[in-house]
């Protein structure tokens, strides 16, 4: 089991910014990694995803122009930069990681997840 370690995450105020990051173990050979996120109530939902090796990213339609995902080149780290926040975008976030290539929505297909990092964005 890859061991997936989250930082960041707390309160802001609507238009704030906020920074996640997420960091693999070193004996992880992920491919994808991923941030979704959920709110009370709520299903899981696709945020953002980087393909490690390559650099290609793809966002939810929510939050794209606002987030921006990106991946450091020396190891199996992402970071999440949270822009122009909304109080929709309270919620737990997760960071995931798969062995696959794809920039997948679907957060089955993910194989490795972070504990969690709550966002709570005041209006």
């Known amino acids: 089991q890859v061991q997936l370690r989250e930082s960041g995450g707390g309160l802001v105020q609507a238009g704030g910014s906020l920074n996640l990051s997420c960091t693999a173990s070193?004996?992880?050979?992920?491919?994808?990694m991923a941030w979704f996120r959920q709110a009370p109530e709520k299903e899981r939902e696709f945020v953002a995803a980087?393909?490690?090796?390559?650099?290609?990213?793809a966002y939810a339609d929510s939050v794209k122009g606002r987030f921006v995902i990106s991946r450091d080149n020396a190891d199996y780290t992402v970071h999440l930069r949270m822009n122009s926040l909304k109080p929709e975008d309270s919620a737990v976030y997760y960071c995931?990681?798969?062995?696959?290539?794809?920039?997948?929505?679907?957060?089955?297909?993910?194989?490795?997840w972070g504990q969690g990092s709550q966002v709570t964005v005041s209006s």
């Open positions: 995931a990681a798969t062995r696959q290539a794809g920039l997948e929505t679907l957060w089955v297909l993910y194989d490795d």
């Open positions: 070193a004996r992880a050979n992920s491919r994808t």
């Open positions: 980087i393909v490690l090796s390559a650099g290609r990213t």
